[in-house]
């Protein structure tokens, strides 16, 4: 196996080099008047990335951690949620309401489609006494992407709390937290991020905070009032990992060099000329392009060419690791992520490489006709 790889799964994802060299400067203590200062740049920075002007708090676990931290500090046993599941992680989401002892309603709208707002509009209207809504913004199982402005509507306008999980696309994909009215928005570290595992932050609306007040669950190393009182003194609860404190200063540094709007036409580039190549080469794309995930692209298995065995293939002799698919999509599909540390080079790799393993498994591929398809979209001339 050769030593240079690539790997494109949606999490962990590369981390850029500024990101580890500033990971590896000498500890420091998280309660001296460094982590303090170094907190508060994160803090002013991360707002930014959620679109909001509450505090956004970081958490040292993984991004499954901050969701169980948002159901938590808001479920308690008897009450009632709506689930919005469009496949394996908002499956997860729902799951860990369940083990709080809420009644969840889940709605599952299938593996590859988006929520359904008439739906939800349906839902809300007409079993009221939700406590919460859970969505998920980008359904990284499937490479769809939900309609969060859409579902923070609907859901304003009712006592309920809209629950978020952006794991893999806060930091690739456009939130406005406030503006479109998320009461809980979680990521994580190690997808869009550009970090290693190990992060969850967590934005919390004044609407969420009246209810977290209130809740009777039991939360300890999750208690967001904890988390609240040490933020006033730009502190964490517990001891934080300040490691990955360090790294996200930096990665927060280069998206707003980049600009955040930047930071977003380029992951839609990179799906565009995904979706184009995966296309061209007349493979199946699961999501279709109204709901396609600008940060992950999932691609249906051939007809005899199983997706483990290409990705087998891949890993083997390219170094290019693709995800597998979860869940009822196992074996199924493959996905090819475009998030966090990506470019157009990335994408022609991939590209590349999924045109040769196709050819090794005695599919009758075009050499090149993926890799230009996206070279056409990369240079504007796929119009
Ligand atoms: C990766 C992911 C998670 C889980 O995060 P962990 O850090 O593995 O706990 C949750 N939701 C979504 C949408 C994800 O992509």
Redesign the pocket.
């Given at each position: 196996m050769q030593e240079k790889q690539y790997l494109m799964i949606?999490?962990p994802t590369p981390v850029p080099p500024s990101v580890v060299a500033a990971m590896s400067r000498p500890m420091i203590g998280h309660r001296s008047e460094d982590f303090a200062a170094l907190h508060r740049r994160i803090q002013e920075k991360i707002r930014q990335v959620f679109q909001t002007s509450q505090e956004v708090f970081i958490m040292t676990n993984?991004?499954?951690?901050g969701?169980e931290a948002a159901v938590a500090n808001v479920i308690s046993p008897g009450d009632r949620v709506l689930a919005l599941v469009t496949g394996n992680?908002g499956e997860?989401?729902a799951n860990i309401a369940r083990a709080y002892g809420a009644e969840v309603d889940e709605v599952n709208f299938g593996w590859g489609n988006p929520v359904d707002l008439s739906v939800v509009r349906e839902k809300l209207a007409g079993s009221p006494g939700y406590k919460a809504v859970l969505a998920?913004?980008?359904?990284?199982s499937t490479g769809v992407l939900n309609d969060i402005a859409g579902i923070g509507a609907l859901v304003a306008e009712t006592p309920a709390l809209l629950l978020v999980?952006?794991?893999?696309?806060v930091g690739g994909i456009e939130i406005k937290m406030d503006e479109w009215q998320v009461d809980i928005l979680v990521t994580?570290s190690?997808?869009a991020m550009m970090l290693p595992?190990g992060l969850?932050m967590i934005g919390v609306s004044p609407k969420a905070w009246a209810v977290i007040e209130e809740n009777r669950s039991p939360r300890f190393y999750f208690s967001l009032p904890a988390a609240k009182k040490a933020l006033a003194k730009w502190n964490t609860a517990y001891t934080p990992n300040v490691a990955l404190f360090f790294g996200l200063d930096a990665a927060l540094d280069m998206m707003l060099a980049e600009g955040l709007e930047n930071v977003y036409r380029r992951h839609l580039l990179l799906a565009k000329a995904t979706r184009a190549a995966v296309r061209a080469l007349g493979l199946s794309l699961l999501a279709e392009d109204h709901c396609a995930s600008p940060t992950v692209t999932a691609v249906q298995s051939l007809e005899g060419i199983a997706a483990d065995d290409l990705r087998k293939v891949l890993k083997e002799e390219f170094g290019i690791t693709f995800a597998g698919g979860q869940g009822i999509l196992k074996g199924k599909i493959f996905r090819i992520a475009h998030m966090g540390y990506a470019g157009k080079m990335d994408v022609l790799i991939a590209i590349s490489g999924l045109e040769m393993a196709l050819a090794r498994l005695g599919y009758p591929v075009e050499l090149g006709k993926g890799v230009r398809a996206a070279q056409e979209v990369f240079l504007g001339r796929d119009l």
């Amino acid at each position: 196996m050769q030593e240079k790889q690539y790997l494109m799964i949606p999490g962990p994802t590369p981390v850029p080099p500024s990101v580890v060299a500033a990971m590896s400067r000498p500890m420091i203590g998280h309660r001296s008047e460094d982590f303090a200062a170094l907190h508060r740049r994160i803090q002013e920075k991360i707002r930014q990335v959620f679109q909001t002007s509450q505090e956004v708090f970081i958490m040292t676990n993984s991004g499954t951690g901050g969701l169980e931290a948002a159901v938590a500090n808001v479920i308690s046993p008897g009450d009632r949620v709506l689930a919005l599941v469009t496949g394996n992680f908002g499956e997860r989401f729902a799951n860990i309401a369940r083990a709080y002892g809420a009644e969840v309603d889940e709605v599952n709208f299938g593996w590859g489609n988006p929520v359904d707002l008439s739906v939800v509009r349906e839902k809300l209207a007409g079993s009221p006494g939700y406590k919460a809504v859970l969505a998920t913004q980008n359904e990284t199982s499937t490479g769809v992407l939900n309609d969060i402005a859409g579902i923070g509507a609907l859901v304003a306008e009712t006592p309920a709390l809209l629950l978020v999980d952006g794991v893999s696309g806060v930091g690739g994909i456009e939130i406005k937290m406030d503006e479109w009215q998320v009461d809980i928005l979680v990521t994580a570290s190690q997808k869009a991020m550009m970090l290693p595992p190990g992060l969850a932050m967590i934005g919390v609306s004044p609407k969420a905070w009246a209810v977290i007040e209130e809740n009777r669950s039991p939360r300890f190393y999750f208690s967001l009032p904890a988390a609240k009182k040490a933020l006033a003194k730009w502190n964490t609860a517990y001891t934080p990992n300040v490691a990955l404190f360090f790294g996200l200063d930096a990665a927060l540094d280069m998206m707003l060099a980049e600009g955040l709007e930047n930071v977003y036409r380029r992951h839609l580039l990179l799906a565009k000329a995904t979706r184009a190549a995966v296309r061209a080469l007349g493979l199946s794309l699961l999501a279709e392009d109204h709901c396609a995930s600008p940060t992950v692209t999932a691609v249906q298995s051939l007809e005899g060419i199983a997706a483990d065995d290409l990705r087998k293939v891949l890993k083997e002799e390219f170094g290019i690791t693709f995800a597998g698919g979860q869940g009822i999509l196992k074996g199924k599909i493959f996905r090819i992520a475009h998030m966090g540390y990506a470019g157009k080079m990335d994408v022609l790799i991939a590209i590349s490489g999924l045109e040769m393993a196709l050819a090794r498994l005695g599919y009758p591929v075009e050499l090149g006709k993926g890799v230009r398809a996206a070279q056409e979209v990369f240079l504007g001339r796929d119009l």
